[in-house]
């Protein structure tokens, strides 16, 4: 059973900092790029990062270019999202998500097919 869970959220101050976790099971991790997207309250799901298999190729949102960096372990079927510089507008909840492609799609969230539960992320001013 494919299966993704999320960890590491938190309340954190404005410029705080914050690393979160996405443990996977149930899919070949190594085969699949592997991304983060976040839905705060009244917004739509929106695209944070992204990498694809090989850790070579990333894709970012603008909003969090230069302050949050992902990474991936195959060894641990795990991704990582290390966010630096948190700001309010960081809110939201926090979700781990792969498309089953080697590369990154954008950031559409139809195209990517399975998620996980969620994490949340509150910093305050």
């Known amino acids: 059973q494919l299966r993704l869970v999320e960890s590491g959220g938190g309340l954190v101050q404005s410029g705080g900092s914050l690393r979160l976790s996405c443990a996977t099971s149930?899919?070949?991790?190594?085969?699949?790029?592997i991304g983060w997207f976040r839905q705060a309250p009244g917004k739509e799901r929106e695209g944070v990062a992204c990498m694809n298999t090989r850790s070579d190729s990333t894709l970012y949102a603008d909003s969090v270019k230069g302050r949050f960096t992902i990474s991936r372990d195959n060894s641990r079927n795990t991704v990582y999202l290390q966010m630096n510089n948190l700001e309010p507008e960081d809110t939201a909840i926090y979700y781990c998500?792969?498309?089953?492609?080697?590369?990154?799609?954008?950031?559409?969230?139809?195209?990517?097919?399975?998620w996980g539960q969620g994490t949340q992320v509150t910093v305050s001013s």
């Open positions: 998500a792969t498309p089953r492609t080697s590369s990154c799609p954008d950031f559409v969230p139809g195209r990517y097919y399975a």
């Open positions: 149930g899919f070949v991790f190594s085969a699949y790029s």
